[in-house]
């Protein structure tokens, strides 16, 4: 009886967590400490891309709260020739980079 009585109490302090048995103050301390670094991720990551993809529904500019404009923002950008000029300019550069780079740190290597 007394054993069983050990157990009980032993199982209520214990908490099973992905398969795994950790002690209740390990898990308390775990979230408190990844607490900060989860809000700071939302902050600095997550929040930012919802924004802009809402933003880009709309015609919002620096000075003024846009109206929403649906898809026109992205009908516009795939009619304009700037746009795949540019998406040509930055592959060529970051391919040009590369292999420049490349190149430079095996001739320093050797």
Known sequence: MKSQTKEIRASIHRVR??????EREQ??????????????????FILPVVQVVVYSFTNMTTSQRGTFVGLENYKY??????????IRNTVLFAVLKLVFDTGLALAIAL
């Open 77 to 86: 950008i795939l009619t304009d020739n700037k746009f795949f000029l540019s």
């Open 27 to 44: 898990v308390t301390t775990a979230i408190i400490l990844m607490t900060p670094v989860l809000f700071a991720v939302f902050m600095l």
């Open 17 to 22: 967590l992905f398969g795994r048995i950790y």
